[in-house]
């Protein structure tokens, strides 16, 4: 069984195993939402409505990871 948890917050790293997670950028969340929110402020136009992008990563960690051990039948 692998488990996965999401943010990379620092908790990840304190318990055993460390848990594999889904490192999202929460500032560059929050730049992006505060740029697109000024935009619309500032605009004349009908609320448009987007979807963004954000790039995150997978940082693997022993929760999901089996280390390779080999049975020696001597």
Not at 8 to 16: A, F, G, L, P, R
Not at 22 to 29: A, F, K, L, S, V
Not at 40 to 55: A, L
């Amino acid at each position: 069984m692998a488990v996965v948890g999401f943010s990379n917050s620092v908790y990840s790293t304190i318990i055993q195993p460390k848990l594999t997670t889904i490192d999202q950028p929460g500032n560059r969340i929050g730049e992006i939402a505060n740029k697109y929110l000024i935009d619309e402020i500032n605009s004349d136009n009908e609320i448009s409505y987007k979807t963004i992008e954000i790039k995150t990563n997978l940082i693997v960690r022993g929760s999901s990871f089996k280390s390779l051990k080999r049975n020696s039948l001597a």
